[in-house]
């Protein structure tokens, strides 16, 4: 089992342009999330799909979209970059809920200059 | 808002000696969870404290979950060079269905 893959790992864009971030998941999980890390910082929330089909704002969800393609994939839109968007993007699963233990991918590290 | 503080911000022992990390938190909650993160990689779960337990074990690692104080401390015993990382205390309010994360306290272990 690959776990949580994300595609691509590193990404520099101009402020202005679009980029999906992709994920996927094989474990079967219900739930998956997206998450940014900035310096200093814990994870903080930006989306989150409770089951498929469903999909509802975290903390920080402006400038971002995303889309439950299906049971395995999660993919976060930026329709239009802004430096204050670099950062460092976690994708992550879990079975049911955030109660339960989540499982992340690599990581996609972003910068907009 | 973070729901959940680390304290130290940083740490540094020998290894051998007991690391001890703390997170607080503001509201009530249903589970206080801790993770690991090596430099430039995900988060990976250490353990789960349910609100209704006072202490758990698993391995090294040694939690207490004091909800009165609103606070959580993470101890891991016997520390080795392999356990350098950041370690992040993340909270699930009561209620609500968002997990919620410190920013973490950075653990380095001199070999």
């Known amino acids: 089992n690959a776990g949580v893959t994300q595609t691509p790992k590193f990404q520099v864009l101009k402020t202005g342009q679009s980029m999906t971030l992709q994920c996927a998941q094989d474990?079967?999980?219900?739930?998956m999330y997206w998450y940014r890390q900035d310096p200093g910082m814990g994870l903080r929330l930006i989306y989150y799909?409770?089951?498929?089909?469903?999909?509802d704002k975290g903390e920080v969800p402006n400038g971002y979209n995303v889309s439950r393609l299906n049971k395995r994939e999660f993919s976060l839109r930026l329709e239009s970059a802004a430096p204050s968007q670099t950062s460092v993007y976690f994708c992550?699963?879990?079975?049911?809920?955030?109660?339960?233990?989540?499982?992340f991918g690599p990581g996609t590290r972003l910068t907009v200059t | 808002s973070q729901q959940g503080e680390e304290d130290p911000q940083a740490l540094s022992i020998q290894e051998g000696e007991n690391a001890t990390m703390n997170c607080s938190y503001k509201?009530?909650?249903?589970?206080l969870q801790w993770y690991r993160q090596n430099s430039g990689r995900g988060l990976v779960h250490l353990i789960l404290?349910?609100?209704?337990?006072r202490e758990k074990h698993s391995g090294r690692l040694r939690v207490t979950l004091d909800t009165s104080k609103k606070s959580s401390s993470l101890l891991i015993t016997a520390s080795r060079a392999a356990d350098t990382a950041s370690y992040f205390c993340?909270?699930?309010?009561?209620?609500?269905?968002?997990?919620?994360f410190g920013a973490g306290t950075r653990l380095f272990v001199k070999a």
């Open positions: 993340a909270t699930e309010e009561t209620g609500g269905f968002k997990t919620i």
């Open positions: 992550a699963s879990s079975e049911t809920g955030p109660t339960a233990e989540q499982y």
């Open positions: 509201t009530s909650i249903n589970n």
């Open positions: 474990m079967n999980h219900n739930s």
């Open positions: 404290i349910r609100s209704n337990e």
């Open positions: 799909s409770a089951s498929e089909g469903t999909t």
